[in-house]
């Protein structure tokens, strides 16, 4: 019985012990509680912390506070000095080998190993040229055009990115038709120019039509024609063509692409609205050139011969 008792006194013992360990506990929750959650705060908040600083980008006053770096005077000059760099996009939906593509550029260029192409991907390249000579010629030339398509060229500094030198437009040549005489004036042709596009240089007049050089929008369409109210004459139209004009859309009108793989709705229509009429070759110098002729009082002489042995 002592025994059984004594084991009896135990359990109950263990029992009051439970018992009066979760009464305190419920007695203490609240502070305790208060405790677990601040604590339980804080860690949550340092986990966040720590997610911010791996995962996430730098708060502001913390790239405020880091030292900026400051290049050299003669670093600078040396990463000027002797670069002759472009950044070149091949607009185009086909898919070529890039050295192939510069390999016959060079040769267009005669420029065979003056050129050095670096490919940055999505059909844009960085090239680097031996000569400023060189680097001019194909900046002020073309458009250049591979296999048809458009390669669009356009001067580099070497210190921007290059995933920020943004390239969404061509320089064009462009012929404006029928000007009367009296009005090809830069200023009138300018105006007109402008109509396509950024207007870069004003060209002479040849034939009936005068040349302007404009930076055209590739999200634009070629114009056909362009149209200017003048006073006293109303509202006039004059033609225009494109000299050596990339590849071009004969559905929506737009440089890149052919009408196979146009996107525009008007592919349904089944309606051409754009042609080979837009295209011009290439000008040349003696094309259109001026004659004055000048009779010479000694060859009329000869030929006005009175003499009795006729």
């Known amino acids: ?34 405790l677990d959650d601040v604590e339980g705060n804080l860690r949550h908040q340092a986990n966040l912390d720590r997610r911010l600083i791996v995962h996430g980008k730098q708060p502001l006053d913390a790239v405020e506070d880091e030292d900026e770096f400051i290049f050299e005077e003669e670093e600078l000059q040396a990463g000027r000095q002797n670069k002759w760099l472009v950044i070149a996009r091949f607009y185009t939906w086909r898919h070529f080998k890039w050295r192939s593509v510069f390999l016959e550029m060079c040769g267009i260029w005669d420029l065979k ?53 943004v390239i969404e437009s061509i320089p064009l040549l462009v ?14 042709v300018r105006v007109l120019g402008s109509k396509i596009g950024g207007v870069m240089e004003i060209g002479e007049e040849v034939r009936d039509f005068k040349r302007v050089r404009v930076n055209f929008p590739l999200a634009n369409a070629l114009q056909p024609s362009v149209h200017i109210r003048v006073k006293g004459h109303g509202v006039m139209v ?25 996107s525009d709705e008007v592919h349904g229509d089944g309606g051409i609205r754009y042609g080979t009429e837009l295209r011009a070759s290439p000008h040349k110098k003696e094309v259109g050139r001026t004659i004055s002729f000048r009779a010479s009082p000694l060859a009329a002489k000869r030929g006005l011969n009175f003499s009795s042995g006729q």
């Open 175 to 188: 012929r404006l038709y029928d000007i009367p005489i009296g009005m090809m004036t830069d200023s009138f």
């Open 113 to 165: 190993g003056e050129v050095v192409s670096r490919d940055l991907r999505d059909n844009r390249y960085l090239l680097e040229f031996k000569s400023e000579c060189g680097l001019k010629y194909v900046l002020r030339g073309g458009p250049w055009k591979y296999r048809g398509d458009a390669l669009i060229i356009v001067r580099y500094d070497g210190f921007t990115r290059p995933s920020d030198v």
């Open 238 to 262: 004059f033609m225009v063509k494109y000299e050596g004009v990339p590849h071009f859309c004969f559905m929506c009108g737009c440089i890149g692409h052919a009408d196979r793989e146009c």
């Open 1 to 34: 019985m002592s025994c059984e008792g004594n084991i009896g006194n135990s359990k109950l013992l263990q029992q009051e012990g439970r018992t009066g360990a979760m009464g305190d506990r419920e007695v203490g929750s609240q502070a305790a509680g208060d």
